[in-house]
């Protein structure tokens, strides 16, 4: 009797063993619509995905030429855009990194990364509100925020609203046809400035003339709690370099700019401020 009991009890094990083995998530490659869990997702190249209400474990890859839409997403760790495509999502929480290669376009509202934002050479990141018909919300990064570099495409521009970075955000050697606004217009579209934890650096950007006229870089109305960096920016004339209504903990440092930066309202610094 007792080793008929033993022997039941193994085979129960070995039964749930079985099953969580059976109903572990598998790859899945997403060309339409995927809503359930999966442990790694692959948009194929010049292919669209839909991953409303999706849970992948591990990580998300968008190929190269494609699209990925997305409320109610949850990714384990990293999402990786390739180049030439475009990602929208709201209400998604990703795990570790956001990562998006040249031409890639980003649209996040409402939005966790875990770890860090990293974008290089993309075509525009927006944070916020990602459109007239969407709710909006604020995004969250964990650590570091970067945009760097430009691709060589007729619409270059980035618009950061509703933006909590615990680190460092860093806007370097972007040439822009449209424009950059950190903080820029944002109370006017019901949205919140940015706040950084550490330091704000936007270095080495160049406001070219696009298909509206010359463009400019605004950087207004954030909260920095350490530095705030501007410097070796250029405008074409008739663009605009503003640097207007920043709460700064340290130092603000306005330097090697030209034109010289506007200042519509007074930036405010714990320490030295240079950007007036």
Known sequence: MRKTLVLAAVCAVLLVGIQSATAAP?????????SGAARDVTVPTDNDCDLSGATVTRNVIVGPGSGLFAVGLTVGRDIIVHDDSDFEVGATTIGHDLIAEEAAGLHLEATTIGHDLRASQPQTVQTGHNAPDTPGGPVRV???????GSPNLPFVFDGLCNLTVARDLSVTNRSVNLGIGIGNGCAANGQQPDAIGRDLIVTGNSALSGVFGPSSINVNDNHVGRDLVFSNNTAVQGGELEVSGNVVGRDATCAANSPAVTVNAPNVAGRANTCG
Do not use: L, M, N, Q
């Open 26 to 34: 598998a790859d899945v490659i997403c060309t339409d619509v995927f």
């Open 142 to 148: 964990g650590h570091d925020f970067a945009i760097e």
